[in-house]
């Protein structure tokens, strides 16, 4: 168990409509890394924060959006859903905002299924 | 801009005898290397982490990597496969200069353990 929690577990849905994802850091991290793996595209990042601040962007997509609340979890919010959003959805947690030492450690993911 | 090739999706190898996970990255700075392994239906497990101290890394359950510079690889290895090895296997960089801490993934290599 790496001490990062995520929920839901699983979470299927209709195209169009939009999902909640949440994440709780390890306690005493401060960065929190969302993640999205899907069979075509594999593990890409989409974002990091760093004390509720946004840190780093990847391949997000628009429709996407998330924040880190000043208890330091962060929620990933997917909007106007499309079939080739159905991914697993990682969040990650690490004590720094970057440099040498700073492993990241992942939850178990969200499985979103979109129909 | 950095990125990982695994060299081999598939790998599969008898119980008792050595595991050899191919691994090539292309960087302009000097990157953090890492392996990550996911069991099905898990999350992302570290197995270990190369940050330009020792070449030759110890990692968790009997792994090692070597880092080479001169061939840009970071191959993983085992001495011994072991039935609980089965699980997918991901080489992973990330620059520890940048201002985030972005981990960009290979592609992974499936492990196959036949008994």
């Known amino acids: 168990d790496s001490g990062v929690t995520q929920t839901p577990k699983h979470l299927i849905t209709a195209t169009g409509q939009r999902v909640t994802l949440r994440c709780s850091p390890r306690s005493g991290d401060l960065s929190v890394y969302w993640y999205q793996q899907s069979l075509d595209q594999g593990l890409q990042f989409l974002i990091q924060y760093y004390n509720g601040e946004e840190r780093a962007k990847g391949n997000i997509l628009e429709r996407f959006s998330a924040q880190q609340f000043p208890d330091l979890h962060s929620e990933l919010n997917l909007s106007s859903l499309e079939l080739g959003d159905s991914a697993l959805y990682f969040c990650?947690?690490?004590?720094?905002?970057?440099?040498?030492?700073?492993?990241?450690?992942f939850g178990p993911g969200t499985r979103l299924t979109v129909l | 801009a950095q990125s990982v090739t695994q060299l081999d999706s598939h790998v599969s190898v008898s119980e008792g005898t050595p595991v050899l996970l191919r691994c090539n990255y292309s960087s302009s700075y000097s990157p953090s290397l890492f392996w990550y392994v996911q069991h099905p239906n898990k999350g992302l497990q570290l197995l270990l982490k190369y940050t330009s101290a020792a070449t030759l890394v110890k990692g968790i359950n009997g792994f090692e990597a070597e880092f080479k510079k001169s061939e840009t690889s970071f191959h993983l290895t085992k001495p011994s496969a072991h039935m609980s090895d089965a699980a997918e296997y991901f080489c992973?960089?990330?620059?520890?200069?940048?201002?985030?801490?972005?981990?960009?993934f290979g592609g992974g290599t499936r492990v196959l353990v036949k008994p």
């Open positions: 990650a947690s690490s004590v720094g905002a970057g440099g040498l030492y700073n492993e990241q450690f």
């Open positions: 992973v960089v990330s620059d520890p200069k940048a201002a985030g801490n972005k981990l960009t």
